[in-house]
């Protein structure tokens, strides 16, 4: 469970890193994670039509939260290749 809390981590750092890189910082937060949660959302509504779905936790919140549509991607072909 320690490994998982250091990817994490180090996860949050990176994400941080690119925000602040960008001029603004709050901006790129805030569009980060609308997007992210939007895509969260529309996985759900999809998820009625098509047999694909996404366990809301801390973790997925978290992952697509900081890395938006691409997070959520991510979240989707870990639970599709990994489970």
Do not use: D, H, Q, R
């Amino acid at each position: 469970m320690t490994e998982l809390y250091i990817f994490v981590g180090f996860l949050i750092l990176i994400a941080l890193v690119v925000f602040k890189v960008s001029k603004n910082f709050f901006k790129a937060l805030f569009t980060s994670v609308l997007g992210g949660l939007g895509a969260i959302c529309a996985v759900g509504a999809i998820s009625y039509f098509i047999p694909i779905s996404i366990g809301i936790n801390w973790l997925t919140l978290l992952i697509s939260a900081l890395f938006s549509v691409p997070g959520v991607i991510l979240v989707l072909l870990m639970n599709i290749f990994c489970v």
